[in-house]
């Protein structure tokens, strides 16, 4: 007999009556793309994390590369950055025509490793994208020293990361960019979405106007009775611009982000009181600098203490109907960086050791309480069958 009856997935974003309102009102007002919402969107979202500034666009991938394009990154260009994350933090790199370095990982935070990162560094080096895992945050003063030193522009990926703060200060206020991802699976969700902070007034300039073509207005400049349809193209620039109808939903969203920030919390402490003696597991950790947005809530095997694998285990947890998933597959190991840098097996070895033991299990404000017990259950049924 399985835990339960139906497959529990391992992530589902909340959707209320206030989303669907807030959708609705967006087609209603017949404005329905970039327009008056998305502007209030940027100016919540940036008054939220302390940015001066934000842009809102179709994705946290798009965020990343603006952000590196109006940084002036290109061929020629180094730019450092974590195998354990996803593929848009290191595609978006090769996109402006620069090259991604990868830096070994700390295997407690899986962020990462400040202390490897200076070894990396090379007359050619422009960037850092440090990736804050699962919503736990990177040791940004080590960071942003190293930068200082050298001259880097800080890019941080928060696709996990809305909510978190770094020594009390809100992620998206403290590096040169910061982006955001709003996609179905994340903390805060838009369907597709995200958004780019900074304080960095002409980094701003550059960014919105390359997210809608290079245009110098944009057509809430154009088409609203004040608007002059007179435009000039500034640069070759991207279609990357969020709509109203997607900023309708993250304005109400948002306003509800710390409500469902409780319920993740509230998940995390019954895990880790359940999983926290269990020593075939290791539970995820909050370092004293850091406040968890919990996005992920990942577990990791002592695989020396179990019988089977990590592929094992999550077979054996979707049998029990428990849906699970493995944040990430490192980077170097995928076919196009192995072939196109000569990356191997062996190249960061914190990170393929952490990949072989990791586990994302469902941790979501729209799981009830009998959810939680139930992975609970599958998780110590499966390590009790399997402990040597
Ligand atoms: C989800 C994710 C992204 C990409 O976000 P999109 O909004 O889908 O473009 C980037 N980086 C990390 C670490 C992610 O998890």
Known sequence: MSTRQEFLPYALPLIEEDDIAGVVDSLRSGWIAKGPKTMEFEKQFAEYVGAKYAVALNSCTAALHLALVAAGLGEGDEVLTTPMTFASSANVVIHTGAKPVFVDIDPVTMNIDPKQIREKITSRTKAIIPVHMAGHPCDLDEILAIAKEHNLFVLEDAAHAVYTQYKGKTIGSIGNATAFSFYATKNLVTGEGGMVTTNDETLYHKIRVLSTHGMSRNAWNR?????????????????????????????????????MQGIRRELVEYYN?????????????????????????????????????????????????????????????????RDTFGYKQ????????????????????KMSKQDATDVVEAVKRVVERFRK
């Not at 968890?292 to 094992?312: P, Q, T, V």
């Not at 062996?346 to 404000?365: C, H, K, M, N, T």
């Open 223 to 259: 088409y609203t009775e004040t608007g002059s349809w007179y435009y000039e193209i500034l640069s070759p620039g991207y279609k990357d611009n969020m709509s109203d109808i997607m900023a309708g939903l993250g304005l109400s969203q948002l306003a509800k982000l710390e409500r």
């Open 273 to 337: 009181t359940e999983f926290g003696n269990i020593p075939e597991l290791e539970v995820p950790v909050e370092l004293v600098y850091a406040r968890h947005a919990w996005h992920l809530y990942i577990i990791k095997l002592n695989l020396d203490k179990l019988s089977i694998d990590r592929g094992k285990f999550i077979e054996e947890l979707k049998e029990e109907n428990i849906g699970t998933s493995v944040h990430f597959i490192p980077l170097h190991i995928h076919p196009y960086y």
């Open 346 to 365: 062996g190249d960061f070895p914190v990170a393929e050791g952490v990949f072989e033991r990791i586990i994302s299990l469902p941790l979501y404000p």
